[in-house]
T-cell receptor
Framework: GESVGLHLPTLSVQEGDNSIINCAYS??????FIWYKQESGKGPQFIID?????DKRQGQRVTVLLNKTVKHLSLQIAATQPGDSAVYFC????????????FGGGTRLMVKP | DADVTQTPRNRITKTGKRIMLECSQT?????MYWYRQDPGLGLRLIYY???????NKGEISDGYSVSRQAQAKFSLSLESAIPNQTALYFC?????????????FGSGTRLTVV
């Protein structure tokens, strides 16, 4: 079946460096993509979203890039901080009748001091 | 108080036992969801409810049932727990007008079936 997935299960970066977390999706009909952050012992929290009519969107220290040609989504975190350590999930909207989400497997980001 | 509260936070139960996980929300949203999270896998949808009289199966509903007691309450039951239902369970509510920004998740219930 169609799914959303991630390339790397764990990413370790030095504090202050930039982080890039990748996600591949296979449903070409998906038109809305989201990144979530999940800290230990907590539920996922919304970070940033992007619609398929865009290829880039920026937030505070985060940027999401969408490449529809290769069905690839990435999350860039600038100047990574220890507080960024968490599991990051991409998700896609799969149902035009409601905001139903399909989640990827998650990438754990570890920030080294 | 949290917007979405799940109880219990942790539970260990024996195979064959019936167990209920409870969820309540103060967001005032009609839509509620139950997800399951396993290591290395994304959240998978078990059941969802778009209003009090609406219940729908998700991707992995076998072995589970739900009850929407009120707009604010949505409980998940395992009628006869089995070890492969050991997982982290999340309840969520959403405001469809806000897309993914409108999702609020609880802190999760860690269930272990022995």
């Amino acid at each position: 079946g169609e799914s959303v997935g991630l390339h790397l299960p764990t990413l370790s970066v030095q504090e202050g460096d930039n982080s890039i977390i990748n996600c591949a999706y296979s449903n070409s009909a998906s038109d809305y993509f989201i990144w979530y952050k999940q800290e230990s012992g907590k539920g996922p929290q919304f970070i940033i979203d992007i619609r398929s009519n865009m290829d880039k969107r920026q937030g505070q220290r985060v940027t999401v890039l969408l490449n529809k040609t290769v069905k690839h989504l990435s999350l860039q975190i600038a100047a990574t901080q220890p507080g960024d350590s968490a599991v990051y999930f991409c998700a896609e909207n799969t149902n035009n009748a409601g905001n139903m989400l399909t989640f990827g497997g998650g990438t754990r980001l570890m920030v080294k001091p | 108080d949290a917007d979405v509260t799940q109880t219990p936070r942790n539970r260990i139960t024996k195979t064959g036992k019936r167990i209920m996980l409870e969820c309540s929300q103060t967001k005032g949203h009609d839509r509620m969801y139950w997800y399951r999270q396993d290591p290395g896998l994304g959240l998978r949808l078990i059941y969802y409810s778009f209003d009090v009289k609406d219940i729908n199966k998700g991707e992995i509903s076998d072995g589970y049932s739900v009850s929407r007691q009120a707009q604010a309450k949505f409980s998940l039951s395992l009628e006869s727990a089995i070890p492969n239902q050991t997982a982290l369970y999340f309840c969520a509510t959403s405001d469809p007008g806000q897309g993914a920004r409108g999702y609020t998740f609880g802190s999760g219930t860690r269930l272990t079936v022995v």
